[in-house]
């Protein structure tokens, strides 16, 4: 967290977001196509969209909060501080946030709670007075009863009304040697670590004795002391999961208790979907862990404007298949929600923008507005198309990445009444456009759906080895009014 992760990328136009029939349009009403096989029993435990999405930083005015709306954003993350950053005679001061403290922290997370935005707390990190490591807060504390007198007097106030902060994440990206070359992580140094060049550092022997010993541990029990939860200090994707495992399960020889059953949320950065799916078996799906959070995605990656609406339809997907029973389960947070960069989520203004990313998210939420629900009937696609389905409100949406000309998906065993009076649309996952209806046909017959669709030739992709384009197709039925 808070690192320097800027470079220059290509500035894409933005297109106008056309309205989306998804969610009505001017002078039409829609009706749900009605799929009550997959539906059935999943309303009392409807998920949406909304609840997985989330970012680094806070909304900072009215505006911003109207732009967080209009994405899905409905999680932030920040730091608490300063502490005692000086000597341990300052007074304890925990009202600030922000890369120098320097926001009102009870404002914003009052703001937060007035605007449904729930508010993750990052604990960290050492006061250079205290750093084992001389001069250096990213390594253990010497007192670790100043740790604690930090941690207390943050979670002691924000749990509490009227702030009533429910999870808090204990250090950012604790690890030792990193599969990159790195001998130390770069958020966790030790005794051998070189200021001047990371590489010419030694690697740090101790580093998950001591984390799980002096920062976790101490930590946790206090989070837990005022019936919050725990939440991971998210593992670095160059840490790798068989180590990640290995500091879980580490049995601390001090209190004999694993770093696992202090964790409530477990959290890494930067890995794909399909990488969550060994943590989810080892420790979700029957506990201990109640959930499974990234608070780290993005940056970069956001150069492709697939990246974001592919990472989260395919999260909600994966979610709705792994018994998603509580809202707060599964989160993933975009880092970072604005700045300069052209792949931010949005352009810091005055006035501020939408980049292609936030635009993607805007799509995205007016797209899949609604309660979700898995589609459980397989998907077959033509050549030179991909792609996965979920039920919004009980209407379909396949999102689907295809190359340029017309392609074809076929979904079997959908009940012919179910598709009575349906038809399809086609909308551009990056601008939202809707494509001429002639651009997207529905017929069914024998059980089976098939949708035969044009994709254009100027995709919205930007991989220029493999052009594709990224869209969703909407199955909805529709009446005039």
């Not at 956001?302 to 792994?322: C, K, N, T």
Request: proline share 7%.
């Amino acid at each position: 967290m808070y690192r320097n992760r800027s470079r220059q990328g290509r500035r894409r136009a933005l297109k106008t977001l056309a309205a989306l029939a998804c969610v009505g349009l001017p002078g039409m009403r829609t009706t749900p196509v009605a799929f009550a096989a997959d539906a059935a029993g999943k309303q009392r435990e409807a998920r949406r969209m909304t609840d997985m999405i989330g970012t680094n930083g806070w909304p900072g005015s009215d505006a911003d909060i109207s732009m967080w709306r209009a994405m899905g954003i409905s999680w932030g993350r920040g730091s608490v501080g300063p502490g005692q950053p000086d000597s341990a005679k300052q007074a304890m001061r925990v009202n600030g946030t922000g890369n120098a403290y320097d926001s009102d922290l009870p404002s914003v997370i009052l703001r937060n709670n007035a605007n449904g935005i729930r508010s993750l707390l990052f604990l960290g990190y050492t006061p250079k007075w205290n750093a084992s490591v001389p001069g250096d807060s990213k390594s253990a504390p010497v007192d670790v009863d100043a740790w604690q007198r930090y941690v207390e007097a943050v979670v002691s106030k924000y749990s509490k009304p009227p702030y009533n902060v429910r999870h808090f994440q204990i250090w950012n990206e604790a690890a030792g040697r990193l599969s990159g070359g790195l001998p130390q992580a770069t958020f966790w140094h030790g005794p051998k670590f070189d200021r001047d060049e990371e590489k010419r550092s030694g690697p740090y022997e101790r580093a998950m004795q001591d984390y799980v010993d002096k920062i976790h541990l101490p930590a946790a029990r206090i989070v837990r002391k005022y019936g919050a939860y725990i939440v991971y200090g998210g593992w670095p994707d160059q840490g790798g999961l068989d180590t990640y495992v290995k500091w879980l399960e580490y049995r601390s020889a001090g209190s004999n208790e694993r770093m696992i059953d202090w964790v409530d949320y477990l959290d890494t950065h930067y890995l794909s979907v399909g990488d969550l799916d060994g943590l989810y078996q080892r420790y979700v799906k029957q506990g201990p862990a109640r959930g499974l959070w990234q608070t780290e995605i993005g940056d970069r990656y956001m150069e492709d404007p697939h990246y974001l609406p592919r990472y989260f339809f395919e999260f909600a997907v994966w979610a709705l298949d792994r018994n998603w029973d509580d809202p707060d389960k599964y989160v993933t947070m975009v880092y970072h929600w604005d700045g300069y960069e052209p792949y931010r989520l949005t352009h810091r203004g005055p006035p501020r923008t939408y980049n292609p990313s936030g635009r993607s998210l805007v799509v995205l939420n007016k797209t899949v507005p609604g309660l979700l629900a898995p589609f459980s009937k397989p998907l077959r696609f033509g050549p030179q198309a991909k792609g996965s389905a979920l039920l919004s409100d009980s209407g379909i949406v396949i999102q689907v990445s295809a190359a340029p000309g017309w392609r074809t998906v076929e979904a079997a065993g959908v009940e012919q009444p179910s598709l009575d009076g349906a038809e399809v649309l086609f909308i551009d996952a990056v601008t939202g456009a809707v494509a001429p209806r002639e651009d997207a046909t529905l017929t069914s017959n024998s059980g089976a759906l098939s949708i035969r669709f044009r994709v254009p030739a100027a995709v919205n992709g930007a991989d220029r080895k493999s052009p594709a384009h990224l869209a969703y197709l909407v199955v909805r039925r529709q009446k005039t009014t």
